[in-house]
Structures are given as structure tokens and as C-alpha cells.
């Protein structure tokens, strides 16, 4: 399968390909965030710690709407990056945003663990972003285009998206403010 891959899927389609799968994983988040919340509250709560509880309550607030917010400011810069990636050979924005996301799916993984139920995204994290990460590593490094070394150094630029996330939750509630 890895040969038919190697073949079919050119650098640059696999660069371009990032954006898109990050949307297929925050559709799932956009798409069930309030449901979840409502399932899952009562279940979630008493095993939050409480240096996190005040992120969990505004989370449960959190309305499709909202949340779609940061998850559009970071499409931007993943297009961004992707651009710069597959288009100027600038990679090092672009590495650091997949390292962050593939280590965002372990964070799925330990909350499902954690909380014992399934959490919010867990499953494209699975489904979709684990195997893209897989094999957009995989094929950097293959192809000699990066080392992991440059891979490694590359995590600090990733860091933006954390920014942003942040950023983009805070002032979520005033573009979209309660009724």
C-alpha cells in the first residue's frame, strides 16, 4: 500500500492534503461539541482536575458557532503553511502545526482513557489525522526533504496554533455573543 501511496500522491497533493484533513477532525468537534457536552457532562465533570475546571465550564458553554471560530483562524494558517510547504519549500511552519496536531491525538486518546467514555474527537483523530500524520512523516523523512532532526526543531512553530486556539476561544463569545 505504501508503494501504491508513494506513486499516486505527490508531495505537494499530500502537503495540500493537511488542510483538509484537519477539517474533516474539527467538523466532528463542530458538529457533536454541544451534544457531547449535554451526554457527557455529568459523567465528565467529577474527573476533571481542578486546575482544568474552568476550561471544561466554559467548553461545556461552548456553542457549535463559537467553536467554529478558532477552528477557522486556524484553517487560515494551515493554508497558510501549506502554501509556504508546498509552494516556497518553507517547511518549518508547516512541520510544527503537524507535530502539534499529531500529538493532539494522543490528548483524545488519554481523555477517552482518562474520563472512560469516548472523547470529542477521538475518532478522526484516529481515523483521519493519525494515518495522515503517519505517512506525511514517513515521506518527509523518506525523501530526504527534512531530517527528524529538523522535524524536532520544527515543534516551536506549531505552538502558534495553541495561540490561536486560545485566542480564538476568547473572543468567541464576543463576536457571538449570548442572547
Same mark, same amino acid.
Given at each position: 500500500?505504501?508503494?501504491?501511496?508513494?506513486?499516486?500522491?505527490?508531495?505537494?497533493?499530500?502537503?495540500?492534503?493537511?488542510?483538509?484533513?484537519?477539517?474533516?477532525?474539527?467538523?466532528?468537534?463542530?458538529?457533536?461539541?454541544?451534544?457531547?457536552?449535554?451526554?457527557?457532562?455529568?459523567?465528565?465533570?467529577?474527573?476533571?482536575?481542578?486546575?482544568?475546571? $474552568? @476550561?471544561? *465550564?466554559? /467548553?461545556?458553554?461552548?456553542?457549535?458557532?463559537?467553536?467554529?471560530?478558532? =477552528?477557522? !483562524?486556524?484553517? +487560515?494558517?494551515?493554508?497558510?503553511?501549506?502554501?509556504?510547504?508546498?509552494?516556497?519549500?518553507?517547511?518549518?511552519?508547516?512541520?510544527?502545526?503537524?507535530?502539534?496536531?499529531?500529538?493532539?491525538?494522543?490528548?483524545?486518546?488519554?481523555?477517552?482513557?482518562?474520563?472512560?467514555?469516548?472523547?470529542?474527537?477521538?475518532?478522526?483523530?484516529?481515523?483521519? $489525522? @493519525?494515518? *495522515?500524520? /503517519?505517512?506525511?512523516?514517513?515521506?518527509?523523512?523518506?525523501?530526504?526533504? =527534512?531530517? !527528524?532532526?529538523? +522535524?524536532?526543531?520544527?515543534?516551536?512553530?506549531?505552538?502558534?496554533?495553541?495561540?490561536?486556539?486560545?485566542?480564538?476561544?476568547?473572543?468567541?463569545?464576543?463576536?457571538?455573543?449570548?442572547?
Amino acid at each position: 500500500m505504501l508503494e501504491w501511496m508513494n506513486a499516486n500522491i505527490s508531495l505537494t497533493t499530500l502537503i495540500w492534503l493537511f488542510p483538509i484533513t484537519f477539517l474533516l477532525h474539527d467538523f466532528e468537534e463542530i458538529i457533536f461539541v454541544e451534544s457531547w457536552f449535554k451526554k457527557n457532562f455529568s459523567k465528565v465533570e467529577p474527573k476533571v482536575p481542578n486546575r482544568m475546571k $474552568t @476550561l471544561f *465550564y466554559d /467548553l461545556s458553554k461552548t456553542t457549535a458557532a463559537r467553536f467554529s471560530i478558532p =477552528v477557522f !483562524m486556524q484553517f +487560515i494558517l494551515y493554508i497558510i503553511a501549506s502554501y509556504l510547504a508546498a509552494e516556497k519549500d518553507m517547511y518549518h511552519l508547516f512541520l510544527g502545526l503537524n507535530v502539534i496536531i499529531f500529538l493532539h491525538v494522543f490528548s483524545h486518546v488519554g481523555q477517552t482513557i482518562f474520563f472512560g467514555t469516548y472523547a470529542l474527537g477521538v475518532g478522526s483523530a484516529l481515523l483521519v $489525522t @493519525l494515518p *495522515y500524520s /503517519l505517512y506525511l512523516f514517513y515521506r518527509f523523512l523518506a525523501e530526504n526533504i =527534512v531530517g !527528524m532532526m529538523d +522535524i524536532m526543531m520544527s515543534l516551536p512553530f506549531g505552538i502558534i496554533t495553541v495561540l490561536i486556539v486560545w485566542f480564538g476561544h476568547e473572543i468567541s463569545p464576543k463576536i457571538l455573543p449570548d442572547k
